[in-house]
Antibody, heavy 123, light 107 residues
Framework: QVQLVESGGGVVQPGGSLRLSCAAS????????MHWVRQAPGNGLEWVAV????????YYADSVKGRVSISRDDPKDTLFLQMNNLRPEDTAVYYC????????????????WGRGTLVSVSS | AIRMTQSPSSFSSSTGDRVTITCRAS??????LAWYQQKPGTAPKLLVY???TLQDGVPSRFSGSGSGTEFTLTIDNLQSEDFATYYC?????????FGGGTKVEIK
C-alpha cells in the first residue's frame, strides 16, 4: 500500500525553525520526485517545493525561497523540509506529495498525498 | 505565476444531478491540468490528470475535458460521497498552481 506519513509539525514562534519529515512506503521512493504542498486554515492549496528523484534539482515557491530547504534520504525512504525564519503566514497544514510520473518527469501533478502535519507560527 | 480561476466557488446540488465545474488558466497550459477532490480534514485526492485521464480507482461518473485555458470537471449522477471541495491545478509552468476551489454542497 502506497503511503506517505508526515511528522514534525508544531507550534513555533516567529523567526523559529522546524524540520518536517515524510516517511514513504509501498513504492520505489528513489524513482520519484517529491513535493511539499501547504494549505493555510480555511484556504486553498499552495505548492511549496520539489526535489527531483535523484536529489540534484530543487525548486521553491517564491513565498518560501531562501527560508526553506527540501532534501531526501533515499536509503530511509524519507523526505524532509527544513523551515527557518518562520512567519505567521507560514501557518498551514503541510502535505508531502508524490509526483505522478517517475524519474525526471517535469509533469508535477500529485498522485499520492500524506495526511499532513500542522505548522502553527504564533507568538 | 499562472493564475487558475475556478467557477463557481460554491454551489448546492442534489444526489443524482449532473454537475460541472469550470477552471480557467491565465495562460495556455495545453493539457497539463489535474483535478483533485478534498473532504474536510483529509488530504486532496487525485481524480484526473492530463485534463481528461481518470486516475486509477476513480469512478467513471467523473470526467475531465478541455485544453489550453479552459477546462471542466463533470460529475454525472452525483453521489453523497461526492460532496466535497474540488481543485484544479496546472503543471505546465513552474511553479504549479491551484485554483481557489469549488465547494459542492448538499441542497
Amino acid at each position: 500500500q502506497v503511503q506517505l506519513v508526515e511528522s514534525g509539525g508544531g507550534v513555533v514562534q516567529p523567526g523559529g525553525s522546524l524540520r518536517l519529515s515524510c516517511a514513504a512506503s509501498g513504492f520505489t521512493f528513489s524513482h520519484y520526485g517529491m513535493h511539499w504542498v501547504r494549505q493555510a486554515p480555511g484556504n486553498g492549496l499552495e505548492w511549496v517545493a520539489v526535489i527531483s528523484y535523484d536529489g540534484n534539482n530543487k525548486y521553491y515557491a517564491d513565498s518560501v525561497k531562501g527560508r526553506v530547504s527540501i532534501s531526501r534520504d533515499d536509503p530511509k525512504d524519507t523526505l524532509f523540509l527544513q523551515m527557518n525564519n518562520l512567519r505567521p503566514e507560514d501557518t498551514a497544514v503541510y502535505y508531502c506529495a508524490k509526483s505522478g510520473l517517475n524519474w525526471g518527469s517535469s509533469e508535477w501533478y500529485f498522485d499520492v498525498w500524506g495526511r499532513g502535519t500542522l505548522v502553527s507560527v504564533s507568538s | 505565476a499562472i493564475r487558475m480561476t475556478q467557477s463557481p466557488s460554491s454551489f448546492s446540488s442534489s444526489t443524482g444531478d449532473r454537475v460541472t465545474i469550470t477552471c480557467r488558466a491565465s495562460q495556455d497550459v495545453t493539457y497539463y491540468l489535474a483535478w483533485y477532490q478534498q473532504k474536510p480534514g483529509t488530504a486532496p485526492k487525485l481524480l484526473v490528470y492530463a485534463a481528461s485521464t481518470l486516475q486509477d480507482g476513480v469512478p467513471s461518473r467523473f470526467s475531465g475535458s478541455g485544453s489550453g485555458t479552459e477546462f471542466t470537471l463533470t460529475i454525472d449522477n452525483l453521489q453523497s460521497e461526492d460532496f466535497a471541495t474540488y481543485y484544479c491545478q496546472q503543471y505546465y509552468f513552474n511553479p504549479p498552481t491551484f485554483g481557489g476551489g469549488t465547494k459542492v454542497e448538499i441542497k
